[in-house]
C-alpha cells in the first residue's frame, strides 16, 4: 500500500529551523501496530496521521492522533500546526477542527499565519523548588514557579541561552518538563524547553510550554499580544494571545518533505 | 532547490524491519553545511549522498551530528537504490569514498554483495563483560568491537545489557553472538560510547563475526541473522583478508526535499 507523507518544520519560516514533524494523511485508520511503525520508522519527535470526518459543514473536520517512536500520545502542538498547515493549503475554509484524545482543537488562520487554541495554565509558587531547580539548571534563576512544568524565570535571555541542564537532575525534579524563560531583547520573551524524563533532552519549539509562558508573561508585561521566540539550537517563532482562560499561539511551517511510503 | 530523498531498509526484505538510511542523488557536492542540516533534519542513523565521478561514484555519510568514515548499511542502501529505484545500470557499482577507501557493490542474483576487510577476534581483555551484558560469555574475544560468544541464540537474544557498563568496557562497541538456530549464527551489537545504545543491523560488526565463525564451523558460506527488535540477514562469505556481506534492501519512502 502507497500512503503520501509530508514532513514539515513547525514555528519557523525556514526550513532547518522549528520543530518536525511527519503528517501523514490516511482514508481510514490502519491498525494501531502499522501507525507505531511508521513513527518508529520516521524517527522524527512526532508523526500526525489524520481521517476525514463529516466534510459537510464549511468547517472541514478530522480525527488526528499524534505517535513518536515510542508510543502514542495526548497532545501535540507542533504537529497540529503542521497537520493543519497541510490541510489549509489546499482548502480555502477559515479554520480546521480536529477531534483528538485531547477533544476537539480548533486551528484558525490568523492573517498569515495559522493559531492553535490552547487552555492556559499559569503557573503559581506552590510546589516550586529553588534550590533543585539550580541545580539542575546549573544558574540560580530569579524566580521558580510550578504549572504541569517547572517554571524557571531569568532576569535575560543570555543566562536561558547559555544554560546547560544536568539532564539527570532534571529528570529528577518534580515536574513533566522544565520552562527556562527571560525577557527577550527582539521579543517579548524567549523560552528553553526541557523534558529528558519523556526522551526529550531539549526540544526545539514546545507549544504546549506556552500555555504556562502567555499567561505569566502577558501579567507581567501588561500586555496581550506577545510575540517570542524559543531560543533552541533550531530556534522557533510564536505569536501569542491571552485570552484568559485559553491561550492563542500562532506560528508559521516550511515545508521540507513531500513523498510517498511504501508499507 | 529540489533534492530526490529515498528512505530504504537495509538488510531485510521486509519494511519496518533492518536498518534505515536515507539516500539523495546529487549532480555535484552541496555545501557540508547543508548536507549535515538535511542529516539532521532526516534525524535517521545515516544519510548518503552519491554524486557521480566518471564511470564510478563519490559516496559520503552523514549522521544527525556529523560525517563519518564508513557505513555498510547506508552503502548497501546506496546501491540498492541506485539499481532499483533510480534504474541505473552496472555489473558493480564502485564508490570512492572520502578517506581514499574503494567500496565495491556487486549484485548476485536478489541481493547486493559488498567487500569488506577481515579484521578477526583475538583473546584481549576489555572488562567485565558479564557485568555489563548481564549474562556471562563462554569467550570473550575483541577486535575493534568486544566480542562476546554464547553457547545459544536465546542468551543472545534475552541480553539486557547494563549500557553504562557497556559503555565503560574498553572497547568502541560490542558485539553478542551465538550459534543460529535457522543459520549459521546470530549476533547483537550494542554501541552507546556511540550513543547508539543497540544498532538494529551492523555491517561492520560483520568483518569480525565472519572470520570467527568462518573458522569455528569450518565454512566459507554462512547465513547470519542479527537478532534485534527490527532484525537484519546477511550472507556472508570468508575469504581471508576479506569478507563480502550480501543483504536485501526494503523500499519505505520516495520522495522529494525543498532546501
Known sequence: ?263 | MRIRLIQVDAFTDKTFGGNSAAVCPLERWLPNALLQSIAAENNLSETAYFVPKGDDYELRWFTPVAEIDLAGHPTLATAWVMLNTLGIKRDKLVFHTKIGDTLIVTPEGDRLAMDFPARPPAPRAIGDVAAALGAKPTDVLAARDGFAVFAREEDVRNLRPDMAKVAALDCMAIIATAPGEDCDFVSRFFAPKHNIPEDPVTGSAHSTLIPYWGKRLGKSEMFARQVSARGGALWCRNRGERVTIAGQCAPYLDGWIEV
Open chain 1, 1 to 263: 500500500m502507497r500512503i503520501p507523507l509530508y514532513q514539515i518544520d513547525a514555528f519557523t519560516t525556514r526550513t532547518f529551523a522549528g520543530n518536525p514533524a511527519a503528517v501523514v494523511p490516511l482514508e481510514r485508520w490502519l491498525p494501531d501496530a502499522v501507525l507505531q511503525s511508521i513513527a518508529e520508522e520516521n524517527n522524527l519527535a512526532q508523526t500526525a496521521f489524520y481521517v476525514p470526518r463529516s466534510q459537510r459543514d464549511a468547517e472541514p473536520a478530522y480525527d488526528l492522533r499524534w505517535f513518536t517512536p515510542a508510543a502514542e500520545v495526548d497532545i501535540c502542538g507542533h504537529a497540529t500546526l503542521a497537520t493543519a498547515h497541510f490541510i489549509l493549503a489546499k482548502n480555502a475554509a477559515a479554520s480546521v477542527a480536529f477531534h483528538t484524545r485531547s477533544g476537539v482543537l480548533r486551528v484558525a488562520r490568523d492573517g498569515p499565519r495559522l493559531a492553535l487554541d490552547f487552555p492556559a495554565r499559569p503557573p503559581a509558587p506552590e510546589g516550586a523548588d529553588m534550590t533543585a531547580a539550580e541545580a539542575a539548571l546549573g544558574a540560580r534563576p530569579a524566580k521558580v514557579l510550578k504549572s504541569r512544568d517547572v517554571f524557571a524565570v531569568f532576569d535575560d535571555a543570555g543566562a536561558v541561552k547559555d544554560l546547560r541542564p544536568d539532564m539527570a537532575k532534571v529528570a529528577a525534579l518534580d515536574g513533566f518538563g522544565v520552562i527556562a524563560t527571560a525577557p527577550g531583547d527582539d521579543c517579548d520573551f524567549v523560552s528553553r524547553f526541557f523534558a529528558p524524563k519523556v526522551g526529550v533532552p531539549e526540544d526545539p519549539v514546545t507549544g504546549s510550554a506556552h500555555c504556562t509562558l502567555i499567561p505569566y508573561w502577558a501579567e507581567r508585561l501588561s500586555k496581550n499580544e506577545l510575540f517570542a521566540r524559543q531560543i533552541s539550537k533550531r530556534g522557533g517563532e510564536l505569536w501569542c494571545r491571552h485570552r484568559g482562560e485559553r491561550v492563542t499561539i500562532a506560528g508559521t511551517c516550511a515545508p521540507y518533505l513531500e513523498g510517498w511510503i511504501e508499507i
